[in-house]
């Protein structure tokens, strides 16, 4: 008997017009993660995505739908000709190998075609009814422990028994490109997952303490994106040195260290966004979970850019931010030891920077020229 694997969505079913472009995006992203896994083509059909499993391994084929966001639920399905007949032998086929002495079971029937002569409820109680007949098991429609599934599309019928979780969210390119500030921490690579999974493709910028870009492109940062490349496909990352930023600065009030660094960070990656194509800048931080985030500094940091920045994580708390970690897998990598640019600044950082203050240091060091340099030191590393 065929086996298929039967891909649903959820919300790019609601947007209407759009709807051919959202599903275009899935099917690409659903392509990209099977390679290696299966070579089947992935059709759209009725609403839904399906490939052929052949003979590719199944928790392979888990894994990888997994990873793609827009994916509300798939299945492994058993392949019928929307005929009541072979329904009814494939429906029996398919609860006999889950039915145990214990069990009740439910048929939900779903008709993706109008023109099928019986309807969903009809065929499911007819369905129940054969259950009963062949396998003499009990029904329960309130409460059963077992279900099966059944799909009625114009030329086939789908038979299941488990529906597996997807991610959600919609898919990766759907909704344009941001550029993630991405430090060696917890909370920037969640920050960054979350706003894939809203949709965006997500480029990367780190500020590195070291003399050489080659030793921050050989470190763990490589390596969180190389762990969030199943969620985000194709991605790029661009280094930048922070030393011209550190001797600018050496006669500056070490309490406005912070805020003027934050500032000197997103207006490199604000033109590195432009470069890229990207509309808007990412971060993790997280309402006053420290000194640089508290609503002043946020503010003062944020005062003349050109591009938003958004801030999925603006309104988590730390251990909220930590088990998404630890779900997505980054956070293994995170606690890592590294050299962070932070570690070299004022133990006790103004946190009510005062904008007229920023403005003035700023027009002190040349902000801008140290921007221009720092931009040209930077390198680029493409990861897929
Ligand atoms: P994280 O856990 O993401 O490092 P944090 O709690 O350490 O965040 P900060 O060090 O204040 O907080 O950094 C806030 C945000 O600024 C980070 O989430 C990240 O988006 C950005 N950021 C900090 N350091 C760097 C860096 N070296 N390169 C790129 N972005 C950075
Ligand atoms: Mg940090």
Redesign the pocket.
């Known amino acids: 008997m065929e086996r298929v694997c039967v891909i649903h969505y959820s919300e790019i079913g609601l947007k209407g017009r759009n709807r051919p472009f959202f599903e275009k995006k899935l099917v690409e992203n659903v392509r990209r993660v099977l390679k290696g896994v299966s070579d089947a083509r992935v059709k759209r059909l009725q609403g839904r995505l399906v490939f052929p499993l052949g003979d590719s391994d199944p928790q392979k084929i888990i894994g990888s739908v997994k990873s793609v966001f827009g994916v509300s639920w798939f299945a492994f399905a058993s392949v019928s000709e929307p005929k009541v007949d072979s329904i009814k032998r494939v429906v029996v086929e398919e609860a006999s190998k889950i039915a145990g002495k214990e069990d009740t079971f439910k048929v939900e029937v779903k008709r993706a075609d109008k023109s099928f002569p019986i309807t969903s409820l009809e065929l499911s109680k007819i369905l129940g009814e054969t259950l009963v007949e062949k396998l003499s098991i009990k029904i329960s429609l309130k409460n059963p422990s077992k279900r099966v599934y059944v799909e009625i599309l114009k030329n086939e019928a789908y038979v299941f028994t488990e529906r597996i979780k997807g991610p959600g969210g919609l898919p990766v390119g759907s909704s344009g490109k941001v550029l ?10 969640v ?1 960054s997952y979350l706003m894939m999974k809203r949709g965006c493709e997500v480029n990367y ?4 303490p070291f003399y050489d870009n080659s030793e921050a492109e050989n470190s763990k940062i490589m390596e969180i994106v190389r762990k969030l490349l199943p969620y985000s496909g194709r991605t790029a990352v661009t280094f930048i040195p ?1 030393y011209e930023f550190q001797i600018a600065t050496v006669n500056i009030p070490a309490k406005y260290d912070l805020v003027l660094f ?1 500032r000197f ?1 997103f207006k490199v990656a604000e033109k590195v966004a432009e470069t890229e194509g990207a509309k808007a800048l ?5 309402l006053a ?2 000194a ?2 508290t609503l002043d500094n946020m503010v003062a940091v944020s005062i003349g850019l050109k591009m938003p920045v958004f801030r999925p994580l603006i309104g988590y708390d730390k251990e909220e931010i930590i088990a998404l970690a630890n779900k997505i897998g980054t956070y293994e990598l ?1 606690i890592k030891p590294y050299k ?3 570690s070299i600044i004022a133990r006790h950082p103004e946190t009510r920077a005062k904008p007229e203050v920023v403005k003035e240091l700023e027009e002190k060091i040349n902000m801008d020229s140290i921007v221009d340099k720092s931009l040209k030191l930077s390198s680029r590393v493409i990861v897929e």
């Not at 910028?205 to 590195?208: I, L, N």
């Open positions: 993630s500030l991405l430090s060696g921490g917890i909370d920037s690579p920050a910028v780190h500020f590195h922070s934050r960070m990412v971060t993790g931080e997280s979970q420290v640089s985030q995170s962070d640019c932070c």
